[in-house]
């Protein structure tokens, strides 16, 4: 069940470290007497994460939603090596955001975007590039391509976009 652990310095090397996610709060300093609601949190003065694996369980039918943060580290963190993630999965619409991990110990919910993709259907031949930029606001995807070839079209029509083209040259 999730919890609360306070040391002085922490080293974790070459092992797991599990974080219980039971709910949308961390786990206070006193005793609660519904501990199922919490989710766990460390925290030491120094946490090091040598080739560690961070661990996450998901406790008593708990599901995170779109935009939940879990700051299961308080302290400052050192990290060597390569930190690996062992994630529960989350659904079709959600995964997790590990971005802050390993600077302030947070963790997130994001919604997946699979469908986004930066890779061509083919590959272009022309010297030609282009780019686009995806803004995620709540439901609503705004792509604004930066620059765009001759070649290329960005059409968006029923809430389908589409980048379509043939290279010339």
Known sequence: S????????VEI???????????TAPFPDQM???TDDYYDVLVAAGVTLNAAT???????????SIGDEFKVILGNINVVGTVTYDLPALGTDK????????????LRVKRKLEFLSNA????ALVGDSFSYVPVVTGNNIIMDQ???????????VSGTMTLSGTPTG
């Open 2 to 9: 999730p919890g609360r652990a306070d040391f002085t310095n």
């Open 13 to 23: 090397s070459t092992s797991n470290l599990l974080f219980e996610l039971g709910g």
């Open 32 to 34: 609660p007497s519904n």
């Open 54 to 64: 961070i661990k996450v369980e998901l406790w008593n039918s708990f599901t995170p």
């Open 95 to 106: 995964a997790w955001d590990t971005t802050q991990f390993e600077s302030n110990g947070v």
């Open 120 to 123: 061509p259907s083919s590959p």
């Open 146 to 156: 930066t620059t765009l070839p001759s070649w290329l079209t960005f059409a968006a």
